[in-house]
């Protein structure tokens, strides 16, 4: 069965400190492995997508790792904001070519306090 | 670019009465739209995916008679929610897959559905 789990469930940081979040998953065929921002009350919004052959990739403060052979990929946030409070959705694609199928994470709910 | 927009952004309505759900992506054409319903502190969950001129392929479990999804277009899809219960109630999500990068999916801003 294809899933996608994350931890933190939630976390909470003091303003300008950095973060790391997880996500482990068990998804074939693998195609790609997305991170997305999730304000609350709003759509989410794309913040790196990495294929197979893809182990970092940075946009801005936030730079999201891959490791292929363990399933596991990061999303490390730096010098936090309080712009940065919302949810951060892992979602992995799955399929070889043509139509993708999203699998989802529960997501980590992160608080950035002043 | 790649913006999707959806209207109402929010919608409270009586139980037993449908409401409509628009989907547009506003600068490219989207040749497939998919529609999620979220609820609270949960992820997107996938209710069914529609190409533009053909019935949509509903998710199991999703009643492809109560949510009546119509793509017309390349750049409108429509979800419409008939004789809606408050437990419809919900965050409801469309994506569209398209423009330059036609593995992405580029989501709307949401649409928050209260039945009473």
């Known amino acids: 069965k294809n899933q996608v789990e994350q931890s933190p469930q939630s976390l909470i940081i003091l303003e300008g400190k950095n973060c790391t979040l997880q996500?482990?998953?068990?998804?074939?065929?693998?195609?790609?492995l997305r991170w997305y921002k999730q304000d609350t009350g709003r759509g989410p919004v794309s913040l790196t997508i990495m294929t197979f052959s893809e182990n970092t990739k940075s946009n801005g403060r936030y730079t999201a790792t891959l490791d292929a052979d363990t399933k596991q990929s990061s999303l490390h946030i730096t010098a936090s904001q309080l712009s940065d409070s919302a949810s951060y959705i892992c979602v992995v694609s799955a399929g070889n070519t043509g139509f993708q199928k999203l699998v989802f994470g529960t997501g980590t709910r992160l608080l950035v306090s002043p | 670019g790649a913006v999707v927009s959806q209207h109402p952004s929010w919608v409270i309505c009586k139980s037993g009465t449908s409401v409509k759900i628009e989907c547009r992506s506003l600068?490219?054409?989207?040749?497939?739209m998919f529609w999620y319903r979220q609820f609270p502190k949960q992820s997107l969950m996938l209710m069914a995916t529609?190409?533009?001129?053909?019935?949509?392929?509903?998710e199991q479990g999703v009643e492809k008679d109560k949510f009546l999804i119509n793509h017309a277009s390349l750049t409108l899809s429509t979800l419409t929610v008939t004789s809606a219960h408050p437990e419809d109630s919900s965050f409801y999500i469309c994506s569209a897959n398209g423009g330059q990068r036609t593995y992405e999916q580029y989501f709307g801003p949401g649409t928050r559905l209260t039945v009473t």
């Open positions: 600068d490219f054409q989207a040749t497939t």
């Open positions: 996500c482990n998953y068990t998804v074939s065929p693998f195609s790609n």
């Open positions: 529609s190409n533009e001129g053909s019935k949509a392929t509903y």
